[in-house]
């Protein structure tokens, strides 16, 4: 599906994808910071654009910004649906908020959904044995 987005009466596809062409990027050399920059102006025009709010999720994520990882995962589900990567992420990171039976719930459901992650089930057994 291809939207196209218009403020003011100007397209701004265009402007919108090169900024998150260049945030996938940053992401990948690993310069966060700068990513989180991109992506916050994207999801200022279209919180909905491609996977934005996940893309920026993950990235905080990595910071160790874990708050603002849940709420972008929280806009996110809002917004589309909850998604096996959103369900993935959402477990890690209640996690590492301490919030163990969310985590397990989260956890269980991206296994369910098949996401191939090992750490999800790491982290699930350290719950468990938590218990």
Do not use: C, W
């Not at 994207?42 to 893309?55: E, G, R």
């Not at 708050?67 to 589900?77: F, L, N, V």
């Not at 998604?83 to 919030?99: I, M, P, Q, S």
């Amino acid at each position: 599906m291809i939207s196209t987005i218009v403020v003011n009466g100007q397209n701004i596809d265009e402007e919108i994808g090169f900024k998150y062409v260049k945030a996938e990027y940053l992401v990948s050399t690993e310069r966060m910071e700068e990513a989180i920059k991109e992506l916050n102006d994207i999801i200022k025009v279209s919180p909905i654009y491609k996977d934005a709010l996940m893309l920026r999720a993950e990235t905080r994520y990595k910071l160790g910004a874990f708050i603002g990882a849940k709420g972008d995962i929280m806009e996110s589900i809002s917004a589309i649906g909850i998604t096996a990567k959103a369900a993935a992420l959402l477990g890690k990171t209640e996690y590492a908020l301490g919030n163990h039976d969310p985590a397990l719930n989260s956890l269980t459901a991206a296994i369910a959904l098949k996401v191939q992650d090992e750490r999800l089930y790491e982290i699930r057994a350290a719950i468990y044995e938590d218990k």
